[in-house]
């Protein structure tokens, strides 16, 4: 992995600040990454993630999609 600011391979793994970016770091693929060389800070994609948990995500999404889909079918009879 490169800083993308200056492209060196001094990247490390920061510590997430608040509860956004632990959200963040838990849901998605993305890490939060300093550079040691010019102290650049933020997120990179993580290309060694597992499996499980892109499929974890998915199974999440779905949920959502069909609870939302439930909920709109179980109110359109009292809109009308
Ligand atoms: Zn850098």
Redesign the pocket.
């Known amino acids: 992995m490169n800083?993308p600011?200056?492209g060196?391979t001094s990247l490390y793994r920061s510590r997430s600040r608040n509860r956004w970016e632990s959200w963040r770091k838990r849901h998605t693929n993305k890490m939060l990454c300093r550079?040691h060389?010019?102290l650049?800070r933020g997120w990179i994609s993580d290309d060694f993630e597992p499996r499980g948990k892109k499929l974890q995500n998915f199974i999440a999404y779905l949920f959502m999609v069909s609870v939302s889909i439930g909920v709109t079918v179980l109110l359109l009879p009292l809109l009308e």
């Open positions: 800083c600011r200056c060196s550079c060389v010019c650049w």
